[in-house]
Every structure is written in structure tokens, then in C-alpha cells.
């Protein structure tokens, strides 16, 4: 890992950036002395980070599943500072409950924010870093964009469509001098799961819901600023990667996944290659 030697003074585009991860991006930013055009649905914590840094920190109001909302933002972004170097999608929202239980309007609503938000800012902002010839888009996706868990069905296919998409996004735009990224967080306390959807619980699924509550009681998610730390490394480095994992845990758990799969493959291999 090197670090980039263009790693000053950049402006950066956040979403969801008035709490919890997004706000420890922007403060992380502001604090390495960059600029920052900060959009979320509610800008008051953002009002008042920018009375703290009036000239380096310019706060929008932003709905991402609005798509022509999302052009028009990312247009008064590039022109509050004259350019924009680091894009960050953190804008996002968790829907916990069982593929079962899941009503249509709260399976779009996830798809909508998660995976639609996404491409939306994605498409707005391409065309200003294919100008400049280069900047960092950085999609904010979950330990459920890498791995399902039960009652995770809906929130890791909206991730695991955001991941899908940026795979071949990062092939199309690397010779306009462009990186892509994706972050993989684990836990943070960013209450994110206290503000999530929760469709009705089903009564087939209520066992599950129990157990899953026992085991995940004493679970203690970890700091915003620590991610912040970590996306700061990424964005300073010359060679950033495809993906990123972030936490011990969520580590652990990629590779055991990984692994696994590896292994169910190969015990498979025979059929694969018979099939063609």
C-alpha cells in the first residue's frame, strides 16, 4: 500500500453523511483537511459541522432514490469547490426479517436506497471524473454484501446488486484514470439497526427470530471512527483495492465463507464440468 502523493486537499461528495458512518467519513475528511459537499435527507448535524468549518464543508439536502434530485446535487457539489476527487455512496438503510415476512413496499424500499440511490449518484458523477481524468468512487456495502445471513435475505440482495454492479463498473471506467472501491463494513454503532425496517414477524419464523435475538445480544459493534481511519488509508493509496473488509470479525467471517465455497466447488467439480 502507498500512499498518494495527490492526497491533498481533496473534495469529497458523501451521502448519507449527517450520521453514523457517513458522518465519521465527514468529520475524518475534515479533520485531514479536505473539503467536503455533504447531501442527506436531514442536513441539521451537517449545519452545524459546517459552522465549525464554513469553508470547507457545504451541506445538501438529498433523497438518493430521487434520481433527478441526485443529478441536480451532484451539479451544485462539483461547483462548490470547482471539482470532486472522492465519491463516497454510504447513503443506505437495514431491513431485518425473513424473506417470507418481507412486504413488497419494504423490499423496494431497500432496493430503491441501497442498490438504486447507488446508481443514481454513480451514473451523476461519472461524467465529472471522466473530465478530470481521474477520482475515487467508493461504495459503502456490509458484511451482507459478502456473505447472507438468515433474516438478512432482502438487505444483502440490494448489497450484493451494489457489489455486482461496481465489480464491472471498476473494468469500465479504469482507462478514464477512475478507482472504484468497495468497503465492506462489519457492526458499527452508528444506529443504523435501530432506525431499520422490520416487517411483521411470521409465526412459522418466530423461532428463528428468538434464537438469532440470544445469539446476538452481547454483541458489541465497534467505532465509527475506526472505519473512518481505514477509509482514509484507502483513498490515500496509489493502488486501492477492488474490496475492502472492515473488522477483525468481519474478516474472519469472509475467509471462512470463502473458503467454504472453495470447497463446495470442488467437491462439485465433476458435475460442473460434465454440465459443458
Known sequence: MTRSTAAVDRVWFITGASSGLGLAFTRAALDAGDRVVGAARQT???????AEHPDRLVALPLDVTDRAAVFAAVQQ??????????????????????????????????????FF???WVTQAVLPHLRRQSGGRLVQISS????????????YSASKWALE????ALAQEVAPFGIKVSIVEPGGYAT??????RTPPAHEAYVPLHSALAEMWQDAEDADPADAARALLTLVDSDE?????????AMYD???????????????WEGVSRAAG
Open 44 to 50: 441539521e448535524t451537517l449545519a452545524a459541522l459546517a
Open 77 to 114: 457539489a462539483a461547483a462548490a469547490f470547482g471539482r470532486l476527487d472522492v465519491v463516497v455512496n454510504n447513503a443506505g438503510i437495514m431491513g431485518i426479517g425473513a424473506v417470507e415476512e418481507f412486504t413488497e413496499a419494504d423490499a423496494r424500499a431497500l432496493l430503491e436506497t441501497n
Open 117 to 119: 440511490g447507488a446508481l
Open 143 to 154: 458484511v451482507g454484501g459478502v456473505i447472507g445471513f438468515a433474516t438478512s435475505g432482502l
Open 164 to 167: 455486482g454492479m461496481t465489480e
Open 191 to 196: 444506529g443504523l439497526y435501530t432506525a431499520m
Open 240 to 248: 486501492p483495492p477492488l474490496r475492502l473488509i472492515l473488522g477483525g
Open 253 to 267: 467471517v469472509a475467509q471462512e465463507s470463502a473458503e467454504q465455497r472453495k470447497e463446495v466447488w470442488a467437491s
